[in-house]
């Protein structure tokens, strides 16, 4: 199995909703990685988990909260979102700890977000 | 500052060879990566390149002059499924994966 899934695909929020994105990789992959991605931009790094623990917080406002439940699972928590935050949500994986092996990265299909 | 140079445009003729280049001034170096990346899909990894050189993989091949600070990412025979973004991307000293904005192919007929 080399893929990292990602869900859901699409989701449309208001400003006061609260939603969930998940990410599952099966990979035995150490190091997971929460991206955001705006379109013909390349992607902004959020969130890495390294050995289930969160590594590095790019200065993510506090409306997104990332979780990592077991080292297969991440999730982003989503609350009082801004349309600002539209942006394909991408999810990736990678072999051994962030010092070590980022750059060789597999990622998800993505959760195209839209905040109305 | 940290920044990483790639054209935004290119466009080529099906059957034909592109290179796509990519200048950086980082950090430090541990690496440098090109990822392919088709409109509303996720980025592929496609090479990886730490030493001088030219790293071959099939229709693909990545070079990497660590002195100029330069590499190019080259396709060959290109067919019509070629038509996406190009990610050039450096790891710094710190292990932090630094982007290009990427070069869209149109590959025409």
């Known amino acids: 199995d080399t893929e990292v899934t990602q869900t859901p695909k699409h989701l449309v929020m208001g400003m006061t909703n609260k939603k969930s994105l998940k990410c599952e990789q099966h990979?035995?992959?150490?190091?997971m990685y929460w991206y955001k991605q705006k379109a013909k931009k390349p992607p902004e790094l959020m969130f890495v988990?390294?050995?289930?623990?969160?590594?590095i917080n790019e200065s993510v406002p506090s409306r997104f909260s990332p979780e990592c439940p077991n080292s297969s699972l991440l999730n982003l928590h989503l609350h009082a979102l801004q349309p600002e935050d539209s942006a394909l949500y991408l999810c990736?994986?990678?072999?051994?700890?962030?010092?070590?092996?980022?750059?060789?990265?597999?990622f998800g299909s993505g959760t195209q977000l839209s905040v109305l | 500052g940290q920044n990483i140079d790639q054209p935004t445009e290119m466009t080529a003729t099906e059957g034909a060879i592109v290179q796509i280049n990519c200048t950086y001034q980082?950090?430090?170096?541990?690496?440098l990566f090109w990822y392919q990346q088709h409109a509303g899909e996720a980025p592929t990894f496609l090479s990886y390149?730490?030493l001088d050189g030219l790293e071959e993989k099939g229709r693909f091949s990545s070079f990497l002059s660590r002195s100029k600070g330069y590499s190019y990412l080259l396709l060959k025979e290109l067919q019509m499924k070629d038509s996406a973004s190009y990610l050039c991307?450096?790891?710094?000293?710190?292990?932090?994966?630094?982007w290009g904005a990427g070069t869209k192919l149109i590959i025409k007929p």
């Open positions: 991307a450096v790891r710094d000293s710190n292990y932090q994966l630094i």
């Open positions: 988990y390294s050995y289930e623990k969160l590594s």
């Open positions: 990979m035995g992959h150490r190091a």
């Open positions: 980082t950090s430090g170096f541990n690496g």
């Open positions: 390149n730490v």
């Open positions: 990736a994986s990678s072999q051994g700890g962030p010092d070590r092996d980022v750059g060789k990265l597999f």
